[in-house]
T-cell receptor, first 113, second 116 residues
Framework: KNQVEQSPQSLIILEGKNCTLQ??????????LRWYKQDTGRGPVSLTI?????NTKSNGRYTATLDADTKQSSLHITASQLSDSASYIC????????????FGTGTRLTIIP | EAQVTQNPRYLITVTGKKLTVTCSQN?????MSWYRQDPGLGLRQIYY???????DKGDVPEGYKVSRKEKRNFPLILESPSPNQTSLYFC???????????????FGDGTRLSIL
């Protein structure tokens, strides 16, 4: 069964610190991996999309890495800001010929001043 | 501004009373999808549409209907809502199937449904 597991479930860090969120998946055959940011009361917003051949992608202070061999991805946030407080969702796509996205349950990140 | 608009944002209703949640996108996207989000579970797909008049079941389609008569609109219909359909619902659109393309999905801001 295709699964996406994220860790930690929740994380609290001080403003200005860095943090790394983890995503492990068992989805196969792999097509792409996405990271989304979901603010409270809002829909998810795309941060990065990576295919099999990409092992790193950045979007401002957000950097995602992908190791397709170990089926692991991480999202690194640099110099965190209060506005980074949100849930971060990892989504993996399996290529069955139609859409098959498997969503993780997310990591709830809280930045405190 | 490019956006996906859902209405209503909040709804409390009773078991069995038919309801429709509308979804509209202004980006000329071919692909649209409905998800539900429940505590402790990831987003789960209800239905999706590859293009006008083309719809298909996702992972949890029971109790729901959809239609795609125009490219921009993709309403979600609950013919006879039940309490287990109490959830947070999201509509999403993308230029093409995100399953095997690198196109980002754009999500609406959600509709919180409570079925009593």
């Amino acid at each position: 069964k295709n699964q996406v597991e994220q860790s930690p479930q929740s994380l609290i860090i001080l403003e200005g610190k860095n943090c790394t969120l983890q995503c492990n998946y068992t989805v196969s055959p792999f097509s792409n991996l996405r990271w989304y940011k979901q603010d409270t009361g809002r829909g998810p917003v795309s941060l990065t999309i990576m295919t099999f051949s990409e092992n790193t992608k950045s979007n401002g202070r957000y950097t995602a890495t992908l190791d397709a061999d170990t089926k692991q991805s991480s999202l690194h946030i640099t110099a965190s800001q209060l506005s980074d407080s949100a849930s971060y969702i990892c989504v993996v796509s399996a290529n069955f010929g139609n859409e098959k996205l498997t969503f993780g349950t997310g990591t709830r990140l809280t930045i405190i001043p | 501004e490019a956006q996906v608009t859902q209405n209503p944002r909040y709804l409390i209703t009773v078991t069995g009373k038919k309801l429709t949640v509308t979804c509209s996108q202004n980006m000329n996207h071919e692909y649209m999808s409905w998800y539900r989000q429940d505590p402790g579970l990831g987003l789960r797909q209800i239905y999706y549409s590859m293009n006008v008049e083309v719809t298909d079941k996702g992972d949890v389609p029971e109790g729901y209907k959809v239609s795609r008569k125009e490219k921009r609109n993709f309403p979600l219909i609950l013919e006879s809502p039940s309490p287990n359909q109490t959830s947070l619902y999201f509509c999403a659109s993308s230029l093409s199937n995100p399953g095997y393309s690198n196109q980002p999905q754009h999500f609406g801001d959600g509709t919180r449904l409570s079925i009593l």
